[in-house]
């Protein structure tokens, strides 16, 4: 496919887990990216020994909660990704920690793109932003909406809120000169560019090192990173591309997820997968109630999230960005050879 500008494109939060990739695809598509990040670029080799990086690639510094710190880097730029947001659970002060980066830093990152003249800013939101409690029944698209989470309750899933909200707030103005696509990817695995853990893949870490002492009644949406960086860039070079992406190959129970661990560490031999099930009703009250004894976010996650069922569509982001999912199987897989990789878990008695 022809490029769709020989301009720079911009990548905010470059070194990140899902930027990382959408940084490796643009070069391997050919183009010039310009990524911001906090140090300097030699804190990045992940970033500059990647093939093309040499010629096409330009890392400059910029801060979510600084004014004005993004113009350089949007500056003769038509698109812009914007990825650079905190991802924690469970943090000290929700507002400073998780709501005012997201929501100050996209008011920064797409005022300066307003400014720039930008011609379209894709956005990585979450499916935080589409619910904080699976309705058991409902299958969720990109019409809903998260209303009940907040600085008390769940405060990540309510800082991608206020940040996407304001994002559209922002797009929908009369004067902004560009269109705003995002994407709203779920438990996101699969192989890291970079040495630090993320805490999606970090699931599988816990699950393999005994953080989970039994089977529990969750499901997630999965999706390898790899497709959400690649949703990225269709969305960018799809000119019909609009509104909001669910970027989520299927739903996978933990008793499921646990089943493909097991099978790709040769039935977890020398790991501490959980066997024994609370996967019931009266195992899912219990949990709930035992959670007090969890960190604050964990335990607000917990409750919000055991025992509900979760369905969604994701047709929208085939239909429209022809955007195919890679099997869960294969992300599975491949995540667990890259976390021995980095060292972030032992090596496997028997290669999967």
Avoid at 183 to 198: A, K, M, R, Y
């Amino acid at each position: 496919m022809a490029l769709v500008t020989d301009k720079p494109v911009c990548v905010t939060g470059a070194s990140g887990y899902i930027a990382s990739h959408i940084v490796a695809q643009l070069l391997e598509r050919g183009y010039h990216v310009r990524g911001t990040v906090r140090k300097t670029a030699a804190d990045y080799p992940f970033l500059t020994e990647l093939p093309g990086a040499d010629e096409r690639l330009e890392l400059v510094t910029a801060s979510l909660l600084d004014e004005g710190s993004y113009d350089p880097a949007v500056a003769g730029c038509d698109y812009v990704m914007h990825t650079a947001s905190p991802y924690q659970v469970t943090v000290a002060d929700p507002q400073r920690d998780l709501v005012d980066p997201a929501l100050q830093g996209t008011r920064n990152v797409l005022g300066s793109c307003a400014k720039a003249g930008v011609r379209r800013v894709v956005l990585t939101s979450s499916m935080a932003a589409v619910t904080d409690e699976p309705e058991t029944g409902h299958v969720y698209t990109e019409d809903d909406w998260n209303e009940k989470s907040g600085l008390d309750r769940n405060p990540y899933y309510y800082s991608k809120v206020v940040a996407e909200k304001a994002a559209w707030g922002i797009a929908e103005a009369e004067d902004t000169p560009f269109d705003l696509v995002v994407i709203n990817p779920f438990l996101v695995i699969g192989p890291s560019l970079t040495p630090s853990l993320n805490e999606s893949p970090k699931v599988l870490v816990d699950l393999l090192a005994g953080q989970f002492p039994a089977l529990v009644a969750i499901t997630w949406g999965v999706v390898d990173v790899r497709d959400v960086a690649a949703s990225h860039i269709l969305a960018m070079e799809t000119q019909a591309a609009q509104g909001r992406y669910v970027c989520a190959a299927e739903t996978v129970d933990l008793r499921t997820m646990v089943g493909k661990l097991r099978e790709f560490t040769d039935g977890g031999a020398g790991f501490k997968l959980p066997k024994m099930s609370l996967e019931g009703g009266f195992g899912t009250a219990m949990v709930k109630a035992l959670s007090i004894f969890q960190p604050k976010g964990v335990r607000q996650y917990l409750r919000t999230h055991l025992g509900r069922g979760l369905a969604f569509d994701n047709s929208k982001i085939k239909n429209d960005l022809g955007l195919e999912f890679l099997s869960i199987d294969q992300s599975v897989r491949e995540t667990l050879s890259d976390l021995e990789r980095w060292g972030h878990i032992k090596a496997r008695k028997q290669a999967a």
